[in-house]
């Protein structure tokens, strides 16, 4: 069955340090992949999506992506964060097959020190 | 365009007590998911619908229901609510499912005393 990884719960980073948030699947095939976010008191917001071709996505906010097949990875980045960043990051995964459904990592919450 | 509403914001009830849920999607959008976000299990699918027709369901029991109307429009219903169903509740709309991206409406919090 497909599934979606999120190891890291919380992350801490310093306002102004480089980010990485990690995202493991499972999946037979290529999935579409995305990476959302969470304010408090929000509904989820896209950040950005990857469905084929260059596998280093570009999202707003300053994020990016890259999808790395040999290692069922979809990992999450940010050169410098700022403190509106502090939110939860959701990873999730649809399969191509469209009787399925979109599956949601548990998410990482992010945390900003000043 | 207008962004996914979803209707109350904000929801108190009984123990016992059912309630219904209500998302409008943007428009042109005819799928709808439904997901229960609760700080220990995180955000679960409910279910999904597309035309009319649910497409895919999660796994919860047969209190939790839903239904689109033909202007895409979907409800949600719980009934004999559970101290347990307290949690956010998101609904998300998509021009088709499952890969198309969906947008989500800003939840409706119900707490269940």
């Known amino acids: 069955a497909q599934s979606v990884t999120q190891p890291d719960i919380h992350i801490t980073v310093s306002e102004g340090a480089s980010l990485e948030l990690r995202c493991n699947y499972s999946?037979?095939?290529?999935?579409?992949l995305f990476w959302y976010v969470q304010s408090p008191g929000q509904g989820l917001q896209l950040l950005l999506k990857?469905?084929?071709?260059?596998?280093l996505v570009q999202g707003i906010k300053g994020f990016e992506a890259e999808f790395k097949r040999s290692q069922s990875s979809f990992n999450l980045r940010k050169p410098s964060v700022h403190w509106s960043d502090a939110a939860e990051y959701f990873c999730?995964?649809?399969?191509?097959?469209?009787?399925?459904?979109?599956?949601f990592g548990k998410g990482t919450r992010l945390h900003i020190l000043p | 365009k207008a962004g996914v509403t979803q209707t109350p914001r904000y929801l108190i009830k009984t123990r016992g007590q059912q309630v219904t849920l209500s998302c409008s999607p943007i428009?042109?959008?005819?799928?709808v998911s439904w997901y229960q976000q609760t700080p220990g299990q995180g955000l679960q699918f409910l279910f999904e619908?597309?035309?009319?027709?649910?497409?895919n369901k999660g796994n919860f029991p047969g209190r939790f229901s839903g239904r689109q109307f033909s202007n895409s429009r979907s409800e949600m219903n719980v009934s004999t609510l559970e101290l347990g169903d307290s949690a956010l509740y998101l609904c998300?709309?998509?021009?088709?499912?499952?890969?198309?991206?969906?947008?989500f409406g800003p939840g409706t919090r119900l707490t269940v005393l």
């Open positions: 999946y037979g095939a290529t999935p579409y």
């Open positions: 990857y469905f084929s071709g260059d596998t």
């Open positions: 998300a709309s998509s021009p088709r499912p499952p890969t198309d991206t969906q947008y």
């Open positions: 999730a995964v649809a399969p191509g097959n469209r009787d399925d459904k979109i599956i």
């Open positions: 619908y597309f035309s009319e027709t649910q497409r």
């Open positions: 428009s042109g959008h005819r799928s």
